[in-house]
């Protein structure tokens, strides 16, 4: 038998949903006591606290929400309540009614009520334009306001990104000293107007001093070291318990990428308090500590939430915005595209990025806002000029050597290379979220986080590589050496022909030196590090972003591989592959490149982009004549990666944590029925129905206290079992509370009917209520001989929470979202039970 409400009941043990929503701060309640949300409640789930949630109910329907009432009536569904009918009859949506239309927590909209209800709204402001002055300002207002919120969202996001950079720059610097002219300035910065900088050490200034020389008055030898090794540490650890302090304390739903919750919310989904504004202050701020704390994370994934934050906060200024769901996640894709603009500069690939991974549905004004609000953002991060570099990229290179044709054959090795990492750590770091949700691991989250950033700090301090931050890190690999550079990996030997250049002004291949071998074999450490640190640092309770960390493990193993390249082509390239295009003296292998392709594919085997990822790549390094090898690398790593299994991270990560989300990219590959799918199974009891007429109050009330489900069929009697519409259980206890409230004479024995006309009563009898407002008359059906696979089809396009199965008219079942998911995790052999929303 289908069961449609998800019961939430206080309990004493931590709940087994979602990590993101393992808190302290959880709520549940029942209808004794009706919740209306209001408008702005956004963050009504935070600011509650010693309750949790029980997820782990079979109970198996419809979210709850509200059938469409007269102000909603459109394609199709529900009409006007106003009918005419006896004096006394009761009408509870007169005037409408708190919580009706609205949804609960943990629910599903109804996408295509939430459009009809736009429609209608914009079609009556269409026609009253021409009545008045006013009406018409009204109209050039709501055609209007769209572009603004755009252009606020861009302006918030793009100014938070630049406070996020650069405190994170100072932060972070301040691990290994400070400026003495201001503690404000970071180490670059602090040097800038120093004239004391020598070339060889043109990152040292007398302004700046690590903390050895504050406490010993020297920064040479055994105890100096030892000191600013303990000082990185103890700061490291200050950081990261701040962090997860801050976000158990005050908004556990900022822990995370937020990627999968956004996709899941994008979908239709309702996590109330996970985009409000105690969450958007709270992950702004960890954000940057996590950031700071030197942990294997980024900052763009949550850069994203923090821009969607920043949207549904500012729809609220907007009334057609605040009261559609549907506009709203419109405005929220185009949000998701100004967070990857702002993390990594890139505006275009930003839009590409919402449009391929993130967004369910996305019509072509919501790519042109899209664009809009990136540009904005874009020009709002270039204003601040956080990366003290003019430039909006965020690691800009200026390769000189063309590539060859030969050179495909490493690019798409890097690709193979990229997609076996994406898979591995897949797989890798699922396996430890699963232990972390199933075992005590989940209790001591605070002692997770401290045990990895000491790890994380002790092994990475004595590497340079792996001291740095990702950002500088993949800047240094991406980076093509110069006659000016002193770093270790342009440590090169001076050979006859170094006089010679190649093509512009790059310098000719060189033999590699000392500090070459030397930054070689710190990157291969700092390389198995990176693998397995990301892996437990993914997924704890601060916030975390996988793009650069995955993008590092990939730039070192494509320097590397260029490195190999280069000295192979140096000592041998009289060898047929390199004969004809590689000459003695010439500059043939650029491993600045290499690095540059190797980010890219693994990046692309982790989360399966592809278009969006090369726009990203050569909008992050101005490198556009590149794009075919970065084209290659990134089809090869999914492809590699897609044998090993179809889900990329973020995917991965919404099956874990059982959210109600239909995958667009996935195929339904069965030969089931909906049938063979719906609810009730032949050995269930019957389907609970409410009849068009002839039920009184009382039996209303009795059947909705004893059943969990949130809606009911209505059939015109429990004989024929013809279809007439659905009603849901919310609307029901509405209005009806409501109408023994305001109006008098309604008592149990009042008869409730759905027809249009009210049904003979005695004259004696206590007025009937009238309840054919709140019923969708029009409720999406099915035949039972349905294939399956375009029921699933219906609900993806539609993005249906039930449909109705039925026989030639006759109502037979209900399927729900959740009966879907089930039925294809039963089918891809995994546990149904899993599906724990919805």
Known sequence: MPQFLMNRKHA???????????KSGYCGGSFDGIYYPSDDDDDEMVDIAGATLDFSSSDDVPPLSSGPHDEYSGGGRAGSMNGHGPGKLVDPLDDPLPGVGTYEDFNTIDWVREKSKDRDRHREITNNRKQSTLALLISLSDAFSGWLLMLLVGLMAGALAGGIDITAHWLTDMKEGVCLAGFWFNHEHCCWTSNETTFLERDRCPQWQSWAELITGTSEGAFAYIVNYLMYLLWALFFSFLAVTLVRAFAPYACGSGIPEIKTILSGFIIRGYLGKWTLIVKTITLVLAVSSGLSLGKEGPLVHVACCCANILCHLFTKYRKNEAKRREVLSAAAAVGVSVAFGAPIGGVLFSLEEVSYYFPLKTLWRSFFAALVAAFTLRSINPFGNSRLVLFYVEFHAPWHLVELAPFI????????????????????CRIRKTTRLGQYSVTEVLVVTAVTALVAFPNSYTRMSGAELISELFNDCSLLDSSQLCGYKQSNTTSETGVGNSLADRPAGDGVYTALWQLALALIFKILITVITFGMKVPSGLFIPSMAVGAIAGRLLGVGMEQLAYYNHDWFIFRGWCSPGADCITPGLYAMVGA????????????????????????????????????????????????????????LNGYPFLEPKEEFEH?????????????????VTLTQEGMTVGEVEVLVENTHFSGFPVVVSQDSQRLVGFVLRRDLLISIDNARKRQEGVVSASQVFFSEHAPHHAADAPPPLRLRGIMDLSPFTVTDHTPMDITVDIFRKLGLRQCLVTHNGKLLGIITKKDILKHMAQMANRDPDSILFN
Do not use: Q
């Open 12 to 22: 004493d043990g931590s709940y087994t949903g979602s990590k993101a929503m393992e």
């Open 413 to 432: 090795l890097l690709g193979i290379f990229g997609g076996l990492w994406g898979a591995l750590f897949i797989k890798a770091n699922i396996a430890w």
């Open 600 to 655: 890219a594919a693994c990046l692309g085997g982790v989360t399966r982009m592809t278009v969006s990822l090369v726009v990203i790549m050569f909008e992050l390094t101005g490198g556009l004549e590149y794009i075919v090898p970065l084209m290659a690398a990134t089809m090869t790593s999914k492809w590699v990666a897609d044998a090993f299994g179809r889900e990329g991270i973020y995917e991965a990560h919404i099956r």
């Open 671 to 687: 030969s089931s029925l909906a049938v063979d799918v719906m609810r009730p199974r032949r050995s269930d009891p019957a389907l």
